[in-house]
């Protein structure tokens, strides 16, 4: 079965340093996000992305956060001054519709991301 | 700010029993969704539930969305050790879009054999 992928699956980086998680989603899909897990919390949406653009983003999701599709595979998500309060699992999901009933969201496995 | 509260937090059973893990919100969702996540893995999607009362099976799993769409269960029977692992769910609020889903805590469920 098809599968989201991400790298790293781990990420280890200083206070202040950039950072770019990158996922594949599966191929056919047309609707891409990104969600965090906060050790301990729960899972929070950050940001949904269609046809190049973000389509929806949460609070979390302030300017120093960035989504991108570089190519026609890659999605990423940038970190561009990362805080001790960045530390926290990172999902990427992906979808083919825009209908969580018909069309639900793969996850990938992950990508935890540890500021220090 | 529309919230998932799942009970228990966590839950420690033997081979054998029956166990049901609640989902509740003050708020409306349009559709809940039950997923697992094992350590080290993403959540995977278990049922999908979108009628009000609707009640769905999944071999020893059954997952029932409230009447009035503001809380769901999900009961395992004859619990397996298999079973064991962290059971999320997921709403879709009311005018939400699809792909914004608000998460519970999750219940972390241990079966002994």
């Known amino acids: 079965e098809p599968e989201v992928t991400q790298t790293p699956s781990h990420q280890v980086t200083q206070m202040g340093q950039e950072v770019i998680l990158r996922c594949v989603p599966i191929?056919?899909?047309?609707?891409f996000y990104w969600y965090r897990q906060i050790l301990g919390q729960k899972v929070e949406f950050l940001v949904s992305f269609y046809n190049n653009e973000i389509s929806e983003k949460s609070e979390i999701f302030d300017d120093q956060f960035s989504v991108e599709r570089p190519d026609g595979s890659n999605f990423t998500l940038k970190i561009r001054s990362t805080k001790l309060e960045d530390s926290a699992m990172y999902f990427c999901a992906s979808s083919d519709f825009d209908d969580s009933y018909n069309s639900p969201l793969h996850f990938g496995n992950g990508t935890r991301l540890t500021v220090t | 700010t529309q919230l998932l509260e799942q009970s228990p937090q966590f839950l420690s059973i033997q081979e054998g029993e029956n166990l049901t893990v609640y989902c509740n919100s003050s708020s409306v969702f349009s559709s809940l969704q039950w997923y697992r996540q094992e350590p080290g893995e993403g959540p995977v999607l278990l049922v999908t539930?979108?009628?009000?009362?609707e009640v769905k099976k999944l071999k020893r799993l059954t997952f029932q969305f409230g009447d009035a769409r503001k809380d769901s269960s999900l009961h395992i029977t004859a619990a397996q050790p298999g079973d064991t692992g962290l059971y999320l769910c997921a709403g879709v609020g009311y005018g939400g879009s699809q792909g914004n889903l608000i998460f519970g805590k999750g219940t972390k469920l241990s079966v002994k054999p």
């Open positions: 539930v979108v009628t009000g009362g």
């Open positions: 191929s056919n899909h047309l609707y």
